[in-house]
T-cell receptor
Framework: DAKTTQPTSMDCAEGRAANLPCNHS???????VYWYRQIHSQGPQYIIH???NNETNEMASLIITEDRKSSTLILPHATLRDTAVYYC????????????FGQGTTLQVKP | ETGVTQTPRHLVMGMTNKKSLKCEQH?????MYWYKQSAKKPLELMFV???????ENNSVPSRFSPECPNSSHLFLHLHTLQPEDSALYLC??????????????FGEGSWLTVV
């Protein structure tokens, strides 16, 4: 799996877009970018994943640069309930769930 | 509600006790996992079961003994644990071979305290 680098922490005002960056400069051609988040004291929650095209679902959007060396998770209208640790993981698409979680980014949404 | 249920949510046990953590998934998945999350540490994968067969043991001490009687149930039997084993134990499932093997659904976790 490619190594990913994320900022340790970020703040965002409630109602504004939260943009969480992830660097994965050594990602290989068949590795996807996955995002999970973990709200305090709960199990991690899958958010979104993508290969090279931008992706959007009901939770978030994922923007992957053309060279695939970095990506940004966008929460369009952050709420207090989005306060969590966000994990960016680069791995083969069917790696049978053997995900390696790093330290992630702690996002604090403030009123 | 993620479709993965873990019991108990909280467990306190002595170092000489034997206890078990239980996990059940209602998603029809064929892969199940145990992860461990110690205080201020990243999640660590412990075991992987694929179609009831153990396919990964991430150098976990033998005082942790997993059991997967069928694709929907997973247990983690605990005996002779140490205080440093106190952690959040997370069960998860996914459906390998569909292209979504890495879309993992986690339970709420079992908080274990060893005294």
């Amino acid at each position: 799996d490619a190594k990913t680098t994320q900022p340790t922490s970020m703040d965002c005002a409630e109602g504004r877009a939260a943009n969480l960056p992830c660097n994965h400069s050594t990602i290989s051609g068949n590795e996807y970018v996955y995002w999970y988040r973990q709200i305090h004291s709960q199990g991690p929650q899958y958010i979104i994943h993508g290969l090279k095209n931008n992706e959007t679902n009901e939770m978030a959007s994922l923007i992957i640069t053309e060279d695939r060396k970095s990506s940004t998770l966008i929460l369009p209208h952050a709420t207090l309930r989005d306060t969590a640790v966000y994990y960016c993981i680069a791995t083969g698409r069917d790696n049978t769930g053997k995900l390696i979680f790093g330290q992630g980014t702690t996002l604090q949404v403030k009123p | 509600e993620t479709g993965v249920t873990q019991t108990p949510r909280h467990l306190v046990m002595g170092m000489t006790n034997k206890k078990s953590l239980k996990c059940e998934q209602h998603l029809g998945h064929n892969a199940m996992y145990w992860y461990k999350q110690s205080a201020k540490k990243p999640l660590e994968l412990m075991f992987v079961y694929n179609f009831k067969e153990q396919t990964e043991n991430n150098s976990v001490p033998s005082r942790f003994s997993p059991e997967c009687p069928n694709s929907s149930h997973l247990f983690l039997h605990l005996h002779t644990l140490q205080p440093e084993d106190s952690a959040l134990y997370l069960c998860a499932s996914s459906q390998p071979g569909t292209g979504d093997g890495n879309t993992i659904y986690f339970g709420e976790g079992s908080w274990l305290t060893v005294v």
